[in-house]
């Protein structure tokens, strides 16, 4: 693979002070490591944004499964001629990629 930290990534969010609108954002990896950290003043549609990039970063490992998952689906010569058998992996590759696209934007696919 590409030596990252493998999936799934989480992200959490929190201010520092109740006080203070500084919010810390970071993206954990499986065993609860810090793989991004950064913090900033949010205004209401700042919040947004940075929400909308956590997601897309924790979906990142999904997000590259479901796409290796494609390709390798696809590299079968036999992949026009679905069987039961295909036809069932193409399924479990289509999960993959919706619930990879429903981790990244938030919303169901």
Same mark, same amino acid.
């Given at each position: 693979?590409?030596? *990252? %930290?493998? /999936?799934? $990534? @989480? *992200? =959490? ?6 006080? =203070? ?6 993206? *954990?990896?499986?065993?609860?490591? %810090?793989?991004?950290? $950064?913090?900033?003043?949010? /205004?209401? /549609? ?17 997000? @590259?499964?479901?796409? %290796? ?9 036999? $992949? ?6 295909? *036809? ?13 696209? %429903?981790?990244?934007? /938030?919303?169901?696919?």
């Amino acid at each position: 693979m590409n030596g *990252h %930290t493998p /999936g799934p $990534w @989480l *992200h =959490y969010a929190a201010r520092l002070r109740p006080q =203070y609108p500084l919010r810390i954002n970071e993206i *954990h990896g499986p065993n609860g490591e %810090t793989i991004v950290r $950064w913090s900033g003043f949010d /205004g209401v /549609g700042k919040k947004r944004a940075v929400t909308a990039n956590a997601r897309l970063i924790a979906a990142a490992p999904e997000l @590259l499964d479901a796409l %290796t998952a494609t390709r390798e689906w696809m590299r079968d010569d036999k $992949w026009r001629n679905s069987t039961i058998e295909k *036809h069932a992996s193409w399924e479990a590759v289509m999960r993959g990629i919706a619930a990879a696209i %429903t981790k990244a934007t /938030g919303e169901q696919s």
